[in-house]
């Protein structure tokens, strides 16, 4: 029963142009919302997050938005940099625990 | 600071062998978490320790998995004895008690043969 989905498996953005990564769940008990970012051979990076009690979030180049009521986050990056190419996961935490719900994550390509 | 630490980096067995994999958490963190990704899937819970006591292993498999954190600091996590289904990344992550942040290891890649 996947709670979290991202729909996109993949994404190519040119380089200076914005990046939008979607990700959509089931669960309201969700309460906080993370992104994480993941190269290949290592283990996932914290980037951003969000609680429920918002619907942004700004950490300079990139930007969390939250729509509660269609159960939907997005993630902006602005601009895109190459180094910005790796996989992204959506997770959500819900509010009786602290074990992160993770999407299948969407692989980011930012070409020059 | 120092990151999570993991080893070995990669294992390769046959099925019905056995295996461990040993995680080191960053200082301070009360809580240990073991994740299991599968090619093309996002990381599923295993198990989450909050010093030395389990606070959820709803999702490990019990009948051959198993998971330890003596002393509330270093933890391994066993197959006994593996399944090809078991191939996967197996992630270790740590986080500050209360913190909805979690802190992840670079992990270990099995491959059952």
């Known amino acids: 029963d996947q709670q979290v989905k991202q729909n996109s498996p993949s994404l190519s953005v040119q380089e200076g142009r914005i990046s939008i990564l979607n990700c959509d769940y089931t669960?309201?008990?969700?309460?906080?919302f993370l992104w994480y970012k993941k190269y290949p051979a290592e283990g996932p990076t914290f980037l951003i997050s969000?609680?429920?009690?918002?619907d942004k979030n700004e950490d300079g180049r990139f930007t969390v938005f939250l729509n509660k009521s269609a159960k939907h986050l997005s993630l902006h990056i602005v601009p895109s940099q190459p180094g910005d190419s790796a996989v992204y996961f959506c997770a959500a935490r819900p509010n009786s625990g602290y074990a992160l719900n993770f999407g299948k994550g969407t692989s980011l390509l930012v070409t020059p | 600071e120092a990151g999570v630490a993991q080893s070995p980096r990669y294992k390769i067995i046959e099925k019905r062998q056995s295996v461990a994999f040993w995680c080191n958490p960053i200082?301070?963190?009360?809580?240990l978490y073991w994740y299991q990704q599968i090619l093309g899937q996002g990381p599923k819970l295993l198990i989450q320790f909050q010093n030395n006591g389990v606070v959820d292993d709803s999702q490990l498999p019990k009948d051959r998995f198993s998971a330890e954190r003596l002393k509330g600091v270093d933890s391994t996590l066993k197959i006994q004895p593996a399944k090809l289904e078991d191939s996967a990344v197996y992630l270790c992550a740590s986080s500050v008690e209360g913190s909805y942040e979690q802190y992840f290891g670079p992990g270990t890649r099995l491959t059952v043969t």
């Open positions: 200082s301070g963190h009360a809580t």
């Open positions: 969000i609680s429920s009690i918002k």
């Open positions: 669960n309201s008990m969700f309460d906080y």
